[in-house]
T-cell receptor, first 113, second 117 residues
Framework: DAKTTQPTSMDCAEGRAANLPCNHS???????VYWYRQIHSQGPQYIIH???NNETNEMASLIITEDRKSSTLILPHATLRDTAVYYC??????????????FGSGTQLTVLP | GAGVSQSPRYKVAKRGQDVALRCDPI?????LFWYQQALGQGPEFLTY????????KSGLPSDRFFAERPEGSVSTLKIQRTQQEDSAVYLC???????????????FGPGTRLTVL
């Protein structure tokens, strides 16, 4: 799995968009970008994933650059409950084998009132 | 619906004690993972089950760690002769289908915080 680089921490004002960057310059063609988050004292929670097209769901949007070397997770209207550690994970989807998640240290997002 | 549950939520053990941590995955989920999360770090893979078969235990840090899932549902992670470096949060995750075949979201439990004194 390709290595990812994320800022250690970020702050965001409540109600504003939170933009969390992730660099994955060694990503290969069959690797997807996944985002999970972990709220304090809880297990990680899946947010979104994508290959090369931008993706949006009810939680967030994922913007992947054309060269796929970086991506940004966007929480359009951050709330206090979005305060969490956000993990960017790159890995391939392959059949027939166990595929655990490889987490880095993530970005601690703090949403400020 | 019910998610992944883990028990106990907190466990304090004296060095040298044996501990058993339980994971109840979402009903019907085929695949189950255990992760270890040290303070301030992301979770790290320990082991993986497909039904009752343990297909990957490459992440277990020593032979003091043992996991089982005898009937393909509930899983237990056992740590023998606990050491201070075993202090961590132990997370369990389950997946509806077979891990790797397309993308299946991993559903995590809240974890068990183990403190070894």
């Amino acid at each position: 799995d390709a290595k990812t680089t994320q800022p250690t921490s970020m702050d965001c004002a409540e109600g504003r968009a939170a933009n969390l960057p992730c660099n994955h310059s060694t990503i290969s063609g069959n690797e997807y970008v996944y985002w999970y988050r972990q709220i304090h004292s809880q297990g990680p929670q899946y947010i979104i994933h994508g290959l090369k097209n931008n993706e949006t769901n009810e939680m967030a949007s994922l913007i992947i650059t054309e060269d796929r070397k970086s991506s940004t997770l966007i929480l359009p209207h951050a709330t206090l409950r979005d305060t969490a550690v956000y993990y960017c994970i790159v890995r391939a989807i392959s059949s027939g084998s166990a595929r655990q998640l490889t987490f880095g240290s993530g970005t601690q997002l703090t949403v400020l009132p | 619906g019910a998610g992944v549950s883990q028990s106990p939520r907190y466990k304090v053990a004296k060095r040298g004690q044996d501990v058993a941590l339980r994971c109840d995955p979402i009903s019907g989920h085929v695949s189950l993972f255990w992760y270890q999360q040290a303070l301030g770090q992301g979770p790290e893979f320990l082991t993986y089950f497909q039904n009752e078969a343990q297909l990957d235990k490459s992440g277990l840090p020593s032979d003091r760690f043992f996991a089982e899932r005898p009937e393909g549902s509930v899983s237990t992670l056992k740590i023998q002769r606990t050491q201070q470096e075993d202090s961590a949060v132990y997370l369990c995750a389950s997946i509806q289908g077979l891990a790797g075949g397309g993308y299946n979201e991993q559903f995590f439990g809240p974890g068990t915080r183990l403190t070894v004194l």
